[in-house]
């Protein structure tokens, strides 16, 4: 079983960075109900499947850029696990 890594905590956000490269890494991860969460993207791969990055759940597409931070920010609601993937699933 693979451990999800923790979101680190400042400044009353929790944040984490996901590479996007062969994969994404982490590809799991843990958020607390209630606390703000900006999580940071950052795209390596320039293959098209990379180039948004989906939470269907939350109701967010963004793009991603090469060599770019990308920021996704929400609050979760609700515990349980959050999936992401690229913006074709």
Same mark, same amino acid.
Do not use: W
């Given at each position: 079983?693979?451990?999800?890594?923790?979101?680190?905590?400042?400044?009353?956000?929790?944040?984490?960075?996901?590479?996007?490269?062969?994969?994404?890494?982490?590809?799991?991860?843990?958020?607390?109900?209630?606390?703000?969460?900006?999580?940071?993207?950052?795209?390596?791969?320039? /293959?098209?499947?990379?180039?948004?990055?989906?939470?269907?759940?939350?109701?967010?597409?963004?793009?991603?850029?090469?060599?770019?931070?990308?920021?996704?920010?929400?609050?979760?609601?609700?515990?349980?696990?959050?999936?992401? /993937?690229?913006?074709?699933?």
């Amino acid at each position: 079983m693979v451990e999800k890594q923790k979101a680190v905590m400042e400044n009353g956000v929790q944040k984490i960075r996901i590479t996007a490269e062969k994969g994404y890494s982490p590809k799991e991860f843990q958020l607390q109900k209630g606390i703000p969460a900006e999580i940071t993207f950052h795209r390596v791969n320039p /293959s098209g499947c990379y180039k948004e990055i989906l939470f269907e759940d939350q109701g967010i597409l963004e793009p991603l850029e090469v060599g770019v931070d990308k920021v996704i920010s929400f609050t979760p609601t609700e515990t349980g696990d959050f999936e992401f /993937s690229c913006g074709m699933k």
